[in-house]
Structures are given as structure tokens and as C-alpha cells.
């Protein structure tokens, strides 16, 4: 079976390129996962507008803008069979685990198995606090 190396967050939408961040999914699971969940342009290009002079990347209103466009990106994950559902938590939990021990942080977390929502709201914390 062939595979593709697919980037959970997309570096387009302020994702990491780490290993943590990246996961490795058939071609046919490739194109579902691009097919069911994409965020419209415009709205990348509104969020890079609006975040180009941003000098600090941990500010409120950065993270706040980049967890909008994160929630509009993972919002249609549901539509995805639970299988890559639950990759796709865990790349976000593993992304979200590496920003806390590369910073140093005192953070709480969720369950290794929470819900992906639950992991997507402690690592824009774990990027606002670091």
C-alpha cells in the first residue's frame, strides 16, 4: 500500500514541521482528509493579513485569530472515519506535549484519549503561555 506523509495542522495554518505533527495515512485516506477538511482561502489570507506584522507570536490576539482558523480547519474532523479521527488527536496531543517540554511549562493536560477539542484548546494555551 503507498503512503503520504500528512501535516495534522497545516504549516498554512501555523502548524509545526515535526515529526509530533505529521502523520503517515494511505492515498486514498490522504485525499478524504483533504477533501472533508480545508479551511477557504480568503480566510488564510485574511488571518495572514491581519498576523503579518505581529512580531510576537504568543500574543492573545495572534492566538486567538490562529485558534479561529484552527477550530474552522478541524471543524468537519467528525467526517472522517474514527480511525483518523483519533490520529489526528493524537498528533495534535503529541504536538501539544513537545511545546510543553521544549518550554519548560507547569501545564495541566487532558486525558491522552480526550476529546481532539479538548487538545486543540490546551495547545493554543501551551503556544500563548510559552
Known amino acids: 500500500m503507498k ?3 500528512h501535516h495534522c495542522t ?11 505533527n505529521i ?3 494511505s492515498v486514498a485516506d490522504h485525499k478524504a482528509i483533504h477533501s472533508k477538511m480545508n479551511v477557504n482561502y480568503n480566510k488564510i489570507r485574511s488571518f495572514r493579513r491581519k498576523t503579518n ?3 510576537n507570536r504568543n500574543s492573545q490576539a495572534y492566538i486567538r485569530l490562529l485558534k479561529d482558523l484552527h477550530l474552522d480547519f478541524y471543524k468537519n474532523v467528525h467526517k472522517l472515519p474514527m480511525r483518523l479521527q483519533n490520529k489526528m488527536r493524537d498528533c495534535v496531543r503529541d504536538t501539544t506535549k513537545r511545546i510543553i517540554k521544549e518550554n519548560g ?8 484519549n480526550a476529546d481532539l477539542f479538548k487538545w486543540i484548546k490546551s495547545y493554543h494555551y501551551s503556544l500563548l503561555i510559552r
Open 23 to 25: 502523520m503517515v495515512v
Open 10 to 20: 497545516p504549516i498554512s495554518l501555523g502548524g509545526f514541521d515535526w515529526e509530533e
Open 105 to 112: 511549562l507547569d501545564l495541566r493536560t487532558p486525558d491522552n
Open 53 to 55: 506584522h505581529i512580531v
Open 3 to 5: 503512503t503520504e506523509k
